[in-house]
Each structure stands twice: as C-alpha cells, then as structure tokens.
T-cell receptor, first 112, second 113 residues
Framework: DAKTTQPNSMESNEEEPVHLPCNHSTISGTDYIHWYRQLPSQGPEYVIH???SNVNNRMASLAIAEDRKSSTLILHRATLRDAAVYYC?????????????FGGGTRLMVKP | NAGVMQNPRHLVRRRGQEARLRCSPMKGHSHVYWYRQLPEEGLKFMVY????????ESGMPKERFSAEFPKEGPSILRIQQVVRGDSAAYFC???????????FGPGTRLTVL
C-alpha cells in the first residue's frame, strides 16, 4: 500500500465541522482511499472509502482532489464522541483483501 | 449480527508463561487478521488467516508467536514464553465481502509482569 501523510493532531470545537487532510502524492490508479478511526481503548472502526468521486455516508464525507494526490475527511458536526485517531490508508484494489497498513494518523481532540 | 469478539479482554501473564488470545470473526466471515499495538504506537499487522490456512504471516515475530484459524472455532494467537516487550493490545479483524473493509474486535490487552 502506498504511503500517506497526515498531521499528527488537530483540534476542533464541538458542533463545528472538521476537515482532516491526507496527502498521498504517490497514489496509483488502482488505489482506493480508506479512512478508519480508533476511539480511546477500542479497536479501529471503518469510516468511509472512495476512489475518485466524493463520497458521503452516515458518519462522514470524503472529498477527493481531482488529481487524487490528496483527500479530506469531513465530519460535519464534531461531537465529543468523535475524539479519536483518524487513519488514512491506501488500498490497492488488486490487493484489497490484504492487511491494512496504519501510519501515525491524526489525533482529533474535540473541545466542548 | 454480533461483531468481532475477542477474549479475554485483559490478560496478565508472568514472564515465561504462555498467552492464548481468541478471536471469533463476524458471522459468515472466513478471513481473520491479527494486529498488535504497542503502547503509544500505531497498529502493526501480524498475520492474515483464512479457515485452516495462513495466507500472510510476514508481520509475525519469527519465534514464540503462532496463529491458527481452525475449521471450527475461533482463531487463536499464541505467544509462548512471554517477555515484557510482548505487553501490548492485540486486535483481530475479520473481513467483509462487499468492500473488503475490516471489522475490528475490542482487543485483548496483554500485560506481562
């Protein structure tokens, strides 16, 4: 899986939108962009994934740059329960069944 | 549909003892992954198993660690002669069939005294 770069930490206020960036300048044409998050003392949790088009689900939105070299996970209204480490991971569609390679992720802190 | 289950949730062992960690995947999932998270570090892949087969064990330490996923029953991660450096959270995940997303269990926190 190709490498991703994320800020170590970010802060947000409760009920405000949060934009979590991820750079993946070496992404290949067959790499999907996946996001997982890990709440304190829990296992990681799948959030969302996409290939080229922006994606929305009940948890978040994923905005993908036109050149696919970066993406942004958007939490529309942060809550205290969204405080977690967010991981951006690239997965080759041809190896989608293989392991996840976790980087350092972004630790999101949400202030009341 | 129950999620991925792991037990025990907490395990304390003395140096030299054996640790057995169990993982029951989600119903209908036949692919299991084990990851280890050392204190204040990220998750690292250890091993990927399908029923009765080890598909990829490139992340497993060469000695003392073994894993299995029998035809019946949970997947087992076994650590022999534990040392303090084995203290970590061990997570297993099972793989969905639609988007290949992985569903993680709550983890087993191993403490070696």
């Amino acid at each position: 899986d190709a490498k991703t770069t994320q800020p170590n930490s970010m802060e947000s206020n409760e009920e405000e939108p949060v934009h979590l960036p991820c750079n993946h300048s070496t992404i290949s044409g067959t790499d999907y962009i996946h996001w997982y998050r890990q709440l304190p003392s829990q296992g990681p949790e799948y959030v969302i994934h996409g290939l080229t088009s922006n994606v929305n689900n009940r948890m978040a939105s994923l905005a993908i740059a036109e050149d696919r070299k970066s993406s942004t996970l958007i939490l529309h209204r942060a809550t205290l329960r969204d405080a977690a480490v967010y991981y951006c991971i690239l997965r080759d569609v041809d190896n989608a069944g293989n392991m996840l390679t976790f980087g350092g992720g972004t630790r999101l802190m949400v202030k009341p | 549909n129950a999620g991925v289950m792991q037990n025990p949730r907490h395990l304390v062992r003395r140096r030299g003892q054996e640790a057995r960690l169990r993982c029951s995947p989600m119903k209908g999932h036949s692919h299991v992954y084990w990851y280890r998270q050392l204190p204040e570090e990220g998750l690292k892949f250890m091993v990927y198993l399908q029923k009765e087969n080890i598909i990829d064990e490139s992340g497993m330490p060469k000695e003392r660690f073994s894993a299995e996923f029998p035809k019946e029953g949970p997947s087992i991660l076994r650590i022999q002669q534990v040392v303090r450096g084995d203290s970590a959270a061990y997570f297993c995940a099972s793989r969905g069939s639609i988007y290949n997303e992985q569903f993680f269990g709550p983890g087993t926190r191993l403490t070696v005294l």
